[in-house]
């Protein structure tokens, strides 16, 4: 069983920066796509980057020049590097993983981590 596990979230100022990081648990060997999600009060939730087996990524139009997803290391599965932050950024933020490379069809959920950007 995979389990993913967020970390890096909470409060910062707008135009801030944040790291947030995926710790994997499990059977990796065959996950492909991952990526980031977010979820925004009131609002249905959203890929915001996705990054599949041979390094193709794929941005929310909101986040493009901003945001960065790149695979880490040892236990971190993905990072995700949220720079220039905005209010509109607020949300909780979820790491998903694919069994397929495909970042829109996830198979594996973290339970979250909230990103609050005060203005």
């Known amino acids: 069983q995979v389990q993913l596990v967020e970390s890096g979230g909470g409060l910062v100022q707008a135009g801030g920066s944040l790291s947030l990081s995926c710790a994997v648990r499990?059977?990796?060997?065959?996950?492909?796509?991952m990526g980031w999600y977010r979820q925004a009060p009131g609002k249905q939730r959203e890929l915001v980057a996705g990054?599949?087996?041979?390094?193709?990524?794929n941005y929310a139009d909101s986040v493009k020049g901003r945001f960065l997803i790149f695979r880490g290391s040892a236990e971190t599965l993905v990072t995700l590097q949220m720079n220039s932050l905005q209010p509109e950024d607020t949300a909780v933020y979820y790491c998903?993983?694919?069994?397929?490379?495909?970042?829109?069809?996830?198979?594996?959920w973290g339970k979250g981590t909230l990103v609050t950007v005060s203005s």
């Open positions: 990054l599949t087996s041979g390094g193709r990524r």
């Open positions: 998903a993983a694919s069994l397929r490379d495909d970042y829109y069809n996830m198979n594996y």
């Open positions: 499990g059977a990796i060997f065959n996950l492909n796509a």
